[in-house]
């Protein structure tokens, strides 16, 4: 599949350039350009000019040998500024530096479907500064202030599994792992740099939603570290390709192991903009079975506009995750639009923090939402392994029908009115396993509260909100 229109938004102005100076390049037909620039493919793709980072996706119909087509442009995999061939059965990216000359050669190559420049990512929390009490200045030693009577939830659900035997890939800043939450079922998978440890927090929060006991969803799921994101909460688009590459390959691996159920992708982040290479890695992890929950972004904006978010809603399997408050409104950083699949609880989350084993936090953002979604696709997922364990379109059906449907105000901007539901409604029967359920009336200072509340494990915790009956999450 050749995606020249991607190449051609990225590199608008280079063609625009070449026009003036290069007419024949620029105006020959696409099926002659390759055999016209070929001409000078060595020394242009080997000689300096001004270098960026580009992201090179091969079209796997044309069975590109990676190593081959690099010594056809004079490059070789162990040069400098030749930095990563990443290869699974869905996709293969080149990751190399390249002139604007080199990037139009490598865009006539019949074996390339995209070249794009490296792109900025960035992870969707927000309201860091403003979560309404006490414990993220907990974790920073700032003393406890704030009002604790609005966490006083019940979680129900009527199968004890939650999500057992799941794999949910948190791709995001690392996880700390030996969080009490997590009880030894988090590894660290991949990293971009050194270790997947988490200097941030985001990716240990995320991870405690989607499957950290008391706090989180899918309490008995898999949880691997993948870090793409850095200690700051950003990255690149060719560090979330390394991470999904290292994913894509490691469920093919597991797939073949007793017990295993399937594989999320769990993406709290995006871009600015539209790539096709993070796209088109994303759509190859669908075909291979891998379920995919991203965040619609917190610019209060369109989720269209940006990857991955926009491959939500009718576009594709992966489901896009909106964020609402505790009374069912959309939250105004919420992005909006067509491209959301479903809403889910995104304001004053509270789940387990990077700083200490039995540290927790609150933060707001779709970042937040998303892993509830990951979260509830794990339980149902562990529920019914045959049918939707490794079929990311027919659980996303099952997802949405499952919604609650028409119960969030404010301004949906053409979003689908649909809070995410386990499908339990807090009407658990008698003779299911609900093996835990607590109604914790908090007294005494925040501080104390986090403390209790992480050194008593033994518990299922919540998601249904005194305050707020309506939603079940
Ligand atoms: C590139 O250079 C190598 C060695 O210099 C040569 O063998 C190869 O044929 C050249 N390829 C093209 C497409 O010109
Ligand atoms: C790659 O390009 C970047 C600019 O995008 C530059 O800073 C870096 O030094 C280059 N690295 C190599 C090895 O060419
Ligand atoms: C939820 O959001 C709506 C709309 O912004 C706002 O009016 C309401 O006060 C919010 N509720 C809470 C509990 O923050």
Known sequence: MKSTLAFATLVASVFAAAEVNDVSVNGTPQEDRDGIIGLTRN????????????????????????????????????????????????WTVIQMNATEECMKVLDGM????????????????TQKDTAPWGLQRLSNEAGASGDPQGQNFIYSFEDDKLGAGVDVYVIDTGVRVSHAVFGGRAVEGFSFEGTAADGDGHGTHVAGTAAGQRFGVAQNANIIAVKVLGDDGSGSSSNTIAGMNWVINNHIKRKAQPGFVGSIMQMSWGLQ???????????GAIDQGIHVSVAAGNDGADACRISPSHLGGANSAVVTVGSVNITNSVSTFSNVGSCVDIFAPGEKILSAWNVGDTVINFLSGTSMATPMNSGVMATLMQADPAGLGQNPAALKAKLLSMGRKNVIGGNLRGSPNLLLSNGVDGKVPTTSKRSAEERRTVTGSPAAWAKDMVTNLGQRWVIESTDSPVRHF
């Not at 190593?67 to 040069?79: H, T, W």
């Not at 019949?110 to 929390?125: C, D, I, L, M, N």
């Not at 903009?273 to 759509?283: K, L, R, S, Y």
């Open 43 to 90: 020394s242009t793709c080997k000689n300096g000019g001004k270098m960026e980072m580009v992201n090179v996706m091969l079209d796997k119909d044309e069975h590109p040998d990676a190593l081959q087509l690099l010594s056809r442009l004079g490059r070789a995999l162990d040069d400098d500024g030749v930095f990563a061939v990443h290869d699974n059965p869905a």
């Open 110 to 125: 019949a074996e390339v479907s995209v070249v794009e420049r490296e792109t900025k990512v960035q992870s969707f929390v």
């Open 273 to 283: 903009t539209i790539a096709a290479t993070v796209d088109q890695a994303i759509e």
